[in-house]
């Protein structure tokens, strides 16, 4: 079985009402650029495959979803590292092994 290569996503910013967007090369159609768009609990997109098969994702929204993915995975890993690096509380206060 022949697999489709992943479309390129050739940018990002954000809609009128602050959502996340991604523009995806269409696979089909040169100078075609499909519009993502991250919704609150799904992915959006304006491809006539999209528009007719909102439950199946296309190969435009599986992007855009692996993108989101990897880079939730760096953000978690670099969140991770500034646990560990961060300094320890520094307490000034007396301190004995004796009970007083």
């Known amino acids: 079985m ?12 954000h ?18 650029w499909h519009i993502v768009i991250v919704g609150s609990d799904r992915l959006i997109c304006d491809c006539k495959y999209g528009q007719y098969h909102p439950q199946t994702p296309c190969a435009h929204r599986k992007a855009v979803h692996e993108r989101l993915l990897v880079e939730r995975e760096a953000a978690q ?14 307490n000034n206060a007396g301190f004995s092994l004796f009970k007083a």
């Open 2 to 13: 022949k697999t489709q290569p992943t479309p390129n996503i050739t940018g990002h910013g």
């Open 15 to 32: 809609t009128h009402d602050g959502r996340a967007c991604f523009t995806v090369m269409s696979q089909t159609e040169t100078n075609l």
């Open 77 to 90: 890993v670099a969140a991770a590292k500034a646990r560990d690096l961060a300094p320890m509380y520094i």
